[in-house]
């Protein structure tokens, strides 16, 4: 499974942070730093609640 | 300075209470402003003053404006949001008990209460003409948009009418939404977790006043209690 965050989407909400600090970096001014990064396994369902989650509808899963 | 929102046009037809209140918040801001730039810290308004837009810093009319934008923006809405969640909390026998047993519900809490009682409606000019339902809006008009319907939208939230302090996902708009969304949202979390866990740690048990009047006020941005007069039995024991 890979994350993968639009950035021209993300407002820096941070609650994808909030959900998983590891796995959803953020930049000096709070705005997500991540563009597409592989889910390491076991934190699939992390990432399935950020995207669900994201105000901004800016995060989104593609499943291999 | 409570007065800038609080005063109606009726308390206050000629709009002197409130040109006053405004006047004293810009000049509370614009001190704090000519400080920072003697003492520049690692403030928000030192880091203002050292913005560059467009390659030049703000003028002073644009600083001031913000200045006012940030005072009035983080001091209302958290006041009152502590106002609906007390007397939420008060009225919610199931709910409190369960925050005050478990604090890690309070993150999550705090989340709901933000759904459920979305307090600010956002101001916004129409850039065309439009026609809304029917309704014409001449662009250039001005139109206010409550945020609270959205956030009990039933299409976005299953059971939307009822306040559920696990839910998760809670995609809820009350910070709002795209460039304009709130930038004290984070502090605004921390202050509405912080107050719920102290207060429930020492006074887990409360109820609004017999008769109490709260006294709702809808107003263009903020959705507020006038007041929320709790009582509760003080405990003996240490
Ligand atoms: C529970 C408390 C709060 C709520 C519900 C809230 C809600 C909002 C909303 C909905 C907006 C978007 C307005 C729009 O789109 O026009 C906004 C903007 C803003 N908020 Fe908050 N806010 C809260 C607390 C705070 C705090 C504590 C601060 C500052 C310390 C703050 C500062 C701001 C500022 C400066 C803006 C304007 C951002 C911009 O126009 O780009 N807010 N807030
Ligand atoms: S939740 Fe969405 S908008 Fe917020 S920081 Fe994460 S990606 Fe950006």
């Known amino acids: 499974m890979k994350v993968r965050v639009d950035q021209s989407l993300c407002t820096g909400h941070a609650r994808c942070n909030a959900i998983d600090p590891d796995l959803f970096l953020l930049d000096d001014v709070g705005y997500s730093s991540i563009d597409t990064v592989e889910v390491p396994p076991g934190l699939e369902d992390h990432a399935r609640q950020a995207e669900a989650n994201c105000p901004e509808h800016a995060i989104s899963i593609e499943v291999d | ?238």
């Open chain 2, 1 to 238: 300075m409570h007065q800038s929102q609080h005063t109606s046009h009726a308390e206050d037809p000629d709009g002197r209470i409130r040109d006053g209140a405004d006047r004293a918040i810009h000049e509370f801001m614009g001190a704090i402003a000519e400080d920072r730039k003697k003492n520049p810290g690692n403030d928000i308004v030192s880091g203002l003053l050292e913005c560059r837009v467009d390659g030049r810093p703000f003028n002073d009319q644009e600083l001031g404006g913000i200045l006012y934008l940030l005072f009035l923006a983080g001091l209302d809405t958290v006041a009152s949001m502590l106002g609906w969640t007390f007397m939420h909390l008060a009225q919610h026998t199931d709910d409190r008990k369960r925050i005050t047993a478990d604090p890690t519900l309070s993150a999550s809490t705090v989340e709901e209460l933000l759904r459920y009682y979305s307090i600010v409606s956002i101001t916004r000019h129409t850039t065309a003409d439009v026609e809304m339902k029917g309704c014409p809006i001449k662009k250039g008009d001005r139109v206010i948009v409550p945020l609270a319907p959205a956030d009990r939208d039933p299409k976005a939230f299953p059971d939307a009418m009822d306040f559920q302090l696990d839910r998760a996902p809670n995609r809820h708009i009350a910070f709002g939404a795209g460039p304009h969304r709130c930038v004290g949202s984070h502090l605004a979390r921390l202050e509405l977790r912080v107050a719920l866990e102290e207060w429930h740690r020492l006074i887990p048990d409360y109820a609004i006043a017999p008769e109490a009047d709260l006294g709702l006020r809808v107003g263009m941005f903020v959705t507020s209690l006038q007041s929320v007069p709790l009582e509760w039995t003080p405990s003996t024991g240490g």
